[in-house]
């Protein structure tokens, strides 16, 4: 085989890869068998990353994507069964930044059936999700946000009672709103700074990013590829990527937790994260200059009061 038709696994996948199987590189640049796909490696091996560099086959990619995403899924359903809310954030983190990752859009396959273990998961124990927003992490900003928005939208969807299909699809939204910002830079994205007008212009194509992407690579409903143009735009036509004022019940609901949730879960190196009181002050005010809608910050505000 060439060399380009092998691709490099992530240490972090190692262990959720037990069919496929695993090459090395040797220092003459050939690539030889290192685990046969019947086989595991054992667990003190992969505790301790005892292993080299390794490889997968490509033609083996979309079977070692199918063998990642559902272990990823087993052990978010292990997670939320023992009720370890750590272990179920750390296991949303991974499977938010496999689907982010650039040139994995087979990744997205898996997301629905995320959203399944979810909503079976916690629709037993809705509370526990406000301690799974709190929890801190060692992921991304983008990964961060991205999994506090889920759990904030949890929060709203069990709190107003809504019914199962719209839990599972307000979810799938959250869960894609940011996906574009796969195709930016991610040193635009972890900035701890404000930025720049020329990097915030190419932060701003993440939406038509995310948009392009849904459409093209998956069959997901519409309304999620919606969500992703839409989470940034505002009612009176201030937003972006298009000002358009005319946007969904979906993109107003979820366009407001994107906003609420950095503002309080996270500390900026021009900024300090702020108390959710602080927070949905600051909504309403743009709630008042008629950016947020009023009816729909009233909902989401009323799940956040104890």
Known sequence: MKKTEYIAVKPSQIHLLEKTAFYYRTKEGAFNLYKESARRLDKERIEEEKFPDLYIAAKDKDAALAELSSNLNMAL?????????????????????????????????????????????????????????????????????????????????????????????????????????????????????????QEFKIYAGHAVLGHDLIITETDFDVSVATVALEHHERIDGSGYPHGTAKITADSRLIGIIDCYEPLTYRDKNFRKAKKPYDSLSLIKEEVKAGRFDKETFKNFTSCLIK
């Open 77 to 197: 359903a292990a997670g939320i069964a023992s009720k370890g809310l750590a272990e179920v954030k750390n296991a949303l983190c991974r499977i938010v930044k496999e689907a982010l990752t650039p040139h994995q859009v087979k990744m997205l396959d898996a997301l629905p059936e995320t959203v399944e273990i979810l909503v079976e998961g916690y629709s037993k124990d809705p509370k526990s999700v406000e301690y799974l927003t709190r929890m801190a992490g060692n992921s991304s900003l983008i990964i961060e946000h991205t999994v506090n928005v889920m759990a904030l939208i949890l929060q709203y969807c069990f709190f107003h009672r809504l019914e199962e299909n719209k839990i599972k699809q307000l979810l799938l939204c959250g869960l894609l709103h940011d996906v574009g910002t796969a195709r930016i830079d991610k040193s635009i994205l972890d900035a701890h700074r404000k930025l720049t007008d």
